[in-house]
């Protein structure tokens, strides 16, 4: 069976019996939400090996144009979600157009620049509310027809949006157009001589990629009914590759794995408030900045393929102990 | 452009340089670091905040002056960096650079976290040094002395740094060890306290420039990412090949950007990003680049 079949059935199952676990389906949709960007970040950072500092501008954008559309134009989600995914398309296009000129640490450094730049536009448009940021942004009715206010109903439609793209991203990557991506990361010089356009690869992959994180920040500022400049902030860039880093960079299921940790985490860091050891008193929901920055330390120092990278390793090689024992 | 009084002008141009002479010294060590370590140091930020704190709390705690922290905080940062590169960042040496990048990443999260955890977000007063206040009055303008003083002090440092690096031997090794550091170490020199050193200087730098700016800008916890991501906007349009020619780009755009700030101010948070977009449809490789 194929890996992306067997990931469609996983999450559909696991997705569909979440909301009857006592999680709340407020936390859940959060989770799908930052999964989701996640699972763009890693398209692209883990398939070609470029690392973009970047991608909270798309989520950033995307955000603010769903909430936007919403709000002011009316819009129905999927159409809300279209605008988004077309916000980060075309960003994606001007932003990954020129970062793709240069290789490496480059690339890394002007991602950043221009997510910086987006930041600073957000700060200062009119639509984007300033240091408010667009509140109670309504859900409206899904097709006109389905009202989503309800949380269920909504988390159904996310889960059915975010199912989609995994499964897609995942067939892509089985498809000979993941097979070159993978190609160019490994060695770049000889995907260029057997005759590939590695540049409009990379920008594909790039382009593909930011039009998902928009979609992801449409279905944050839909979720949550909220979009504001910590979305576009470098921070939230940050908090991706870290989510991706945890989980496994470059594993189809890593991504999901490490959203739902950094959600998990920075929620139960922040409802745990002060926390009294013995007569000191720490305020964790403080320190959450200073425990993210340690997690990536230890992630970088001892695990750097993540946890689904390191377990997919262990397995790896007990299958190879077997071949070999036969 | 002409209701724009001199005075204006002049005092954005000054202001410019002074921004021009952080960004310099950060891309300097930023460009030091990389050559030799072949790491994006991200903590770079994160380090000039620390000069400014180091300044800030040298005056609060044990009564240190402006000259003696200027010395002071350099060094000790320095050394701060030099426990940094030998405990952690040396094991991620050989890795791709993606991981030292995410390591000190990570570091500039913590550093700053601490910060903001025990002195928030809001700026803290550093009072110039007595000695440094005043005007110069020039005929057609009044110049600081303190703005006078920055930038003077910095161009010494960054020529001094330009000449250790480009006219003695230990920058001839340094150099060398940046073509090929395995080479060097085979031809008998200590490439490992070579990359400790650098990574110290570095770091020393940075917080150099950190206490040079703590009495005009408020010392507060993100005040160096802030200047880090303009800095990596520099380096992009300068490139990290040449030594003169990063002090170059940053003067330059320093200047650039207060100019901006006369003539559109809307414009001025952006206008370094505008200027690097520029370059690179223009010119790929940057202003003075090599591509790496």
């Known amino acids: ?326 | 452009m002409f209701d724009i009084p001199l005075q204006v002008l002049l005092g954005q141009i000054t202001i410019g340089l002074v921004n021009g002479c952080f960004y310099a010294i950060l891309s300097l060590g930023l460009a030091l670091i990389f050559g030799l370590l072949n790491v994006i140091n991200f903590a770079h930020g994160a380090l000039y905040m620390l000069g400014a704190f180091g300044v800030y709390l040298a005056m609060q705690k044990i009564g240190v002056n402006y000259w003696w922290s200027l010395i002071l905080v350099p060094i000790v940062v320095g050394a701060f960096g030099a426990l940094i590169e030998r405990l952690l960042l040396r094991r991620l040496a050989g890795l791709d650079h993606l991981y030292s990048l995410l390591f000190t990443f990570g570091l500039a999260l913590v550093l700053e976290g601490i910060f903001r955890d025990i002195y928030g977000s809001a700026g803290l007063p550093y009072p110039t040094p007595p000695q440094l206040r005043g005007l110069i009055d020039l005929g057609f303008m009044r110049l600081p002395i303190y703005r006078v003083w920055i930038v003077g002090v910095s161009l010494f440092v960054c020529i001094a740094t330009w000449f250790l690096i480009e006219r003695t031997r230990l920058g001839s090794y340094l150099r060398a060890g940046t073509e090929n550091a395995r080479m060097v170490q085979a031809l008998g020199i200590n490439v490992p306290l070579m990359v400790t050193f650098v990574y110290a200087l570095g770091a020393g730098l940075a917080a150099f420039a950190g206490v040079l700016a703590a009495p005009i800008y408020q010392v507060q916890p993100l005040m160096g990412s802030n200047i880090l991501i303009v800095t990596f906007a520099v380096v992009v349009i300068g490139g990290l090949g040449s030594t003169a020619g990063a002090i170059a780009t940053g003067l330059a755009l320093g200047v650039i950007e207060g100019l901006s700030k006369v003539f559109y101010p809307e414009i001025s948070s952006t206008i370094v990003f505008i200027v690097m977009a520029f370059v690179l449809l223009m010119r790929p490789a940057g202003l003075f680049g090599r591509e790496a």
């Open chain 1, 1 to 326: 069976m194929r890996t992306s079949l067997i990931l469609l059935i996983g999450l559909l199952v696991v997705g569909i019996f979440a909301p009857f676990t006592g999680l709340y389906t407020q936390f859940l949709m959060k989770c799908l939400a930052l999964a989701l960007f996640a699972v763009a970040f890693n398209f692209f950072t883990g398939n070609v090996g470029l690392l973009s500092i970047g991608h909270a501008a798309f989520f950033g954008m995307g955000a603010y144009m769903a909430g936007y559309a919403t709000k002011a134009w009316g819009f129905t989600p999927e159409l809300a979600l279209v605008v988004a995914l077309i916000v980060g398309l075309v960003l994606g296009l001007v932003i990954g157009g020129m970062a793709i000129r240069r290789q490496g640490i480059y690339f890394a450094m002007i991602t950043l620049a221009l997510a910086q730049m987006v930041y600073f536009f957000c700060v200062q448009a009119p639509f984007t509310g300033a240091e408010d940021g667009l509140q109670r942004i309504p859900r409206r009715a899904l097709f006109g027809i389905i009202d989503l206010s309800d949380d269920l109903a909504m988390y159904a439609f996310v889960l059915a949006v975010v199912v989609a793209v995994v499964w897609g991203f995942q067939r892509l990557m089985e498809a000979p157009f993941g097979q070159v991506l993978l190609a160019i990361r490994d060695n770049e010089p000889r995907a260029i001589s057997l005759g590939y356009d590695v540049q409009a690869f990379k920008l594909s992959a790039f382009a593909m990629s930011a039009a998902v994180a928009g979609l992801a920040g449409g279905v944050k500022a839909l979720t949550l009914g909220f979009a504001g400049l910590p979305d576009a902030h470098w921070t939230q860039s940050g908090s991706v590759i870290l989510m991706c880093l945890l989980g496994g960079l470059g594993t189809p299921l890593g991504p999901i794995v490490g959203a739902i940790l950094v959600v998990t985490l920075e929620s139960r860091l922040s409802s745990l408030g002060v926390v009294h050891i013995g007569s000191l008193s720490v305020d964790l929901s403080s320190k959450v900045p200073i425990i993210i920055g340690f997690i990536f330390m230890l992630c970088v120092m001892l695990f750097r393929k993540g946890i689904v990278g390191e377990i997919a390793a262990v397995l790896a090689s007990a299958k190879g102990r077997r071949l070999s024992a036969k």
